[in-house]
Structures are given as structure tokens and as C-alpha cells.
């Protein structure tokens, strides 16, 4: 049971290239979220599924997009990097009302 | 829009001396409250989970109490050690959402 995994670890971005985020947990869990935190600050909420094919708006979602085409991953896609989006990204899926963290992908954008 | 604040941002102890921290949160409809830890460059880890109908959740050392009319919440360690040495983070569970606290940072001196 890997849990919650999320790939690269680290990625360094010049402005305006894109990439995507890939989450997979092995949980079965319907829900999955996408996460930024920066310093000095709380995780805050990108975007989130409540299951497959589904996706919602979360407190801080522009400049990103997701896609949850498999109950198992959960995709974050930077389509035109900026400088603002230098920062760690968390993904969890849920369990009931418990949430589990992959360990985090660290972002820098020139 | 919940709001989770955190006090104090930083803390900085003596080994053995018990540990209280802090979260306060504006909106008392909330499914549960989770307290996390996080290490430098890592992932959350799962503390402690409250439920809404819930006083109190224990673990080993560490106690959390959850008022709800008041908006508040404080995690207990007792008898810190060094390695209890991370950010602890709290995060309010509303609609299926976590809205998190900045963290109190945490030292404990050997």
C-alpha cells in the first residue's frame, strides 16, 4: 500500500512553460485534492474531485486546471507557468471526513 | 469563508516542558478538526482527529481539545522531546474541505 504518491519531487520551470502534476493514491478513495503551500501560510486549496470525471474550483484555483480521468490519479496542470506559481504542491485523498498527504512536490518558476 | 489562525506563528521550549498550541477557527459548523505535524521538506502527517460531536481525542503524549461554541482548539504534548522538534498544523473540515492554520513552528531544546 503506497498511499498517496505524487510525481516529479522537484521541478524547475522557466515562465510561460506548462507541466503537469500527477497524483495516484491505491485507497480507492473518491475524494482527492490539490494543495499549495507557501511560506508562511496554510495549505491552500487549488482544486478538488469528488470522484472520477469530476472536478471543482477550490479557494485559489486560476492559472491551474485538473483532470480526474481515473479514480486513482489526480493530474494538476500549469498551462502557462508564472513566477506566483513557485511553491510546494500537496495532493490527499480522503477517507470519510480524514484527509492523507502525498509528500509534496517542490516548484520553482523563473 | 472560514478563517483558521494559529498562536504563536513560532515556539521554542526546554526538553521536558510540556507543549500547548493553539487554533482558533470563525465558523463553528465544522465536521471535525485534524491537527498535523510536518517536518522541513516533507509531507503531513496525521496527528490527531477530532469529530464535531467530540471534547477530547488522545494519542500517546499528545491531547486535543475541540470547543466548538467557542471556535477553538489546543493540542497538548506532554513532556516534549527533541524530536517532537516540527510545524503543527490544524485544519478545520467544512463541506468536505480542509481550511488550514499557518502552523506554529516548534523547538524543543535538548
Known amino acids: 500500500n503506497a498511499g498517496v504518491t505524487q510525481t516529479p519531487k522537484f521541478r524547475v520551470l522557466k515562465t510561460g512553460q506548462s507541466m503537469t502534476l500527477l497524483c495516484a493514491q491505491d485507497?480507492?478513495?473518491?475524494?482527492m485534492y490539490w494543495y499549495r503551500q507557501d511560506p508562511g501560510m496554510g495549505l491552500r486549496l487549488i482544486h478538488y474531485?469528488?470522484?472520477?470525471?469530476?472536478?471543482a474550483k477550490g479557494e485559489v484555483p486560476d492559472g491551474y486546471n485538473v483532470s480526474r480521468l481515473k479514480k486513482q490519479n489526480f493530474l494538476l496542470g500549469l498551462e502557462s507557468a508564472a513566477p506566483s506559481q513557485t511553491s510546494v504542491y500537496f495532493c490527499?485523498?480522503?477517507?470519510?471526513?480524514?484527509?492523507?498527504f502525498g509528500p509534496g512536490t517542490r516548484l520553482t518558476v523563473l | 469563508k472560514q478563517e483558521v489562525t494559529q498562536i504563536p506563528a513560532a515556539l521554542s521550549v526546554p526538553e521536558g516542558e510540556n507543549l500547548v498550541l493553539n487554533c482558533s477557527f470563525t465558523?463553528?459548523?465544522?465536521?471535525?478538526l485534524q491537527w498535523f505535524r510536518q517536518d522541513p521538506g516533507k509531507g503531513l502527517t496525521s496527528l490527531l482527529l477530532?469529530?464535531?460531536?467530540?471534547r477530547e481525542q488522545t494519542s500517546g503524549r499528545l491531547n486535543a481539545s475541540l470547543d466548538k461554541s467557542s471556535g477553538r482548539s489546543t493540542l497538548y504534548i506532554a513532556a516534549s522531546q527533541p524530536g517532537d522538534s516540527a510545524t503543527y498544523l490544524c485544519?478545520?473540515?467544512?463541506?468536505?474541505?480542509?481550511?488550514f492554520g499557518a502552523g506554529t513552528t516548534v523547538t524543543v531544546r535538548a
Open positions: 490527499a485523498s480522503q477517507r470519510g471526513n480524514e484527509q492523507f
Open positions: 485507497m480507492n478513495h473518491e475524494y
Open positions: 474531485s469528488v470522484g472520477e470525471g469530476t472536478t
Open positions: 465558523d463553528s459548523a465544522i465536521y471535525n
Open positions: 477530532i469529530q464535531s460531536s467530540q
Open positions: 485544519a478545520v473540515v467544512s463541506d468536505y474541505k480542509l481550511s
